[in-house]
């Protein structure tokens, strides 16, 4: 293998090089280190990839001697033997590699410590953590960044203080290494513990910070303090990121603790924090009867301004007993209530409030609840509705047919647009002769068009010949002539495949059947 290493021929001496990695690679398996390590330092000045393999052999076959050359290759330029050193430490014997590392750490350049620390990091010895927390409060930034990140990654939850002094530093890069390390950091316990401890002293972006390191950790070890972040701080910013933890970590039981900061709230964007909060809740648990209850319990006999909140969330959360109370709320004499209401049926989150929205606009009580009716009704078909293109026609008929003002009818067709089907662009279509409409349905019957021209060309065409006679403007004009023309270029075209093959011929097979034509490529006698 030596001789052959050796050879003039490239391909003979690259095949020779690997198997002697190989070889070293068994021998150093069977506990030969001796022999293995002789082979490796043989191929330490080949190039790479031999020669970081070989690196990486000298570390697991080698010892306290192979250290000063490992240092030497983390001080130097070459980014992949340095990782292949790092890797190579790793691979050592701890007691051998860490006491070297940390007496080495101490006297080194910048660069090899942060280097180091990334290695011993790799180690994974929790117990080297006082080399860490020593090097976090190095002078040079590179040292400290590496520091940092060694603490998450080691593990040990003593860290936890350190990092959370780290969040609250005032350096952008330190700071948010500090937080990242938090996030990974195992013991909720110790984590939760030193964020409490830091929070009341802390500055309005610390706390934020903080919170977000809890948020990212997961876990439900973290919620009791985020609640009491979003029932106590004073921050607005800092409450509502503390409800977006608890959203993605709470559980049913504790929707209850909500309801009264949702009853206290004042700024909307922190009303609508709660609100997600718990209908995240509700969808991550599958608990959405749990927590449904719980709206219901508060919402029994509550004052009007208890009341119209709750009802946001019972239609946000849905459901067959959320409708009945929201229905009920409908049919009350204070207007403020019933617009509530209406919202509620507009956030629902199936198709079982279309009725009811198509019904408070057909009543026709006053313009504002109309609106917000038509706009919930054509959310949930655009949004919600899980049928198909041509039966969501029907349902924007429907409106169409009920729907008062010019006005509201452009908004169904906004909606028309998205459902992309031969029935929406008839419907569409038939809006041209309204010449408040033209505009808007111009749009829908582009909008579907671009669709429709490949499934239903003929009745395609003749919507936008329509259109170019109905149109007030030129740009709408030019865009129907540029979808006829395409039309126009691929008529007798093949443009939607219902089923093709298998094509099969004797003695052919593969790419010999891409030079034949099969139907429906040429004209058959039935043709």
């Known amino acids: 293998l030596n001789r052959a290493a050796d050879s003039p021929a490239k391909t003979v001496r690259d095949q020779a090089r690997e198997a002697l990695l190989r070889l070293a690679d068994r021998l150093c398996i069977k506990g030969d280190k001796a022999a293995a390590l002789a082979i490796y330092q043989q191929l330490l000045q080949d190039p790479q990839p031999v020669r970081c393999a070989a690196i990486i052999g000298t570390g697991r076959a080698g010892g306290a001697a192979q250290l000063p050359l490992l240092f030497e290759i983390l001080e130097g330029d070459d980014a992949a033997a340095k990782g292949a050193a790092r890797t190579a430490l790793g691979a050592m014997a701890p007691k051998v590699a860490v006491p070297a590392v940390v007496s080495r750490i101490g ?108 948020n990212a950790r997961r876990s439900p070890a973290c919620l009791d303090l985020l609640l009491q972040t979003a029932r106590e701080d004073k921050e607005q910013g800092v409450r509502i990121l503390a409800l977006e933890g608890i959203g993605t970590v709470g559980e049913s039981a504790r929707v209850a603790a909500l309801i009264p900061l949702l009853l206290a709230a004042d700024a909307k964007a922190e009303k609508e924090a709660i609100q997600k909060a718990m209908v ?84 026709g009580n006053d313009m504002t609840s109309q609106v917000l009716a038509l706009r919930g009704y054509v959310r949930l078909i655009r949004d919600v509705c899980p049928e198909p293109p041509e039966r969501k026609v029907r349902l924007y008929q429907a409106m169409m047919d009920v729907a008062p003002r010019s006005d509201d009818k452009k908004l169904v067709l906004a909606g028309l647009g998205e459902a992309p089907c031969v029935g929406a662009l008839a419907l569409a279509q038939r809006q041209l002769g309204e010449a408040a409409l033209v505009a808007e349905a111009a749009v829908a019957v582009t909008q579907i068009a671009e669709t429709t021209r490949w499934t239903a060309p003929v009745e395609t065409a003749a919507a936008l010949h329509a259109l170019v006679a109905a149109a007030t403007t030129e740009d709408a004009k030019s865009k129907a002539k540029g979808l006829l023309e395409l039309i126009d270029q691929y008529d007798g075209y093949l443009q939607r495949w219902l089923l093709a093959g298998p094509y099969t011929q004797d003695k052919k097979e593969g790419k010999g059947l891409l030079d034949i034509a099969f139907p429906p490529e040429v004209e058959t006698a039935d043709a």
């Open 107 to 214: 006297a080194a350049s910048p660069a090899l410590k942060a280097e180091l620390l990334t290695a011993l990091a790799d180690g994974g010895d929790p117990e080297s953590l006082p080399v860490f927390l020593a090097a976090a409060e190095d002078t040079d930034e590179t040292v400290r960044l590496a520091a940092i990140e060694g603490c998450g990654r080691l593990g040990n939850p003593e860290a936890a203080p350190m990092l959370v002094h780290l969040v609250a530093s005032g350096s952008t890069p330190v700071s948010t290494a500090a937080k990242n390390a938090l996030a990974w950091l195992p013991g909720d316990d110790d984590v939760v513990e030193a964020v409490a401890a830091a929070m009341p002293d802390a500055d309005t972006n610390t706390r934020r910070e903080l919170v977000d390191a809890l």
């Open 280 to 363: 995240a809740i509700s969808r991550r648990t599958t608990a959405v009867t749990d927590v449904t209850a719980a709206v219901l319990e508060a919402i029994d006999g509550a004052p009007k301004a208890s009341r119209m909140p709750l009802l946001r969330v019972l239609g946000l959360l849905g459901g067959d007993q959320a409708l009945g109370v929201v229905r009920q709320a409908l049919e009350e004499e204070d207007p403020d209530v019933r617009m509530t209401a209406i919202r509620a049926l507009g956030d629902w989150p199936d198709m079982a409030a279309a009725t009811d929205l198509l019904a408070c606009v057909s009543a």
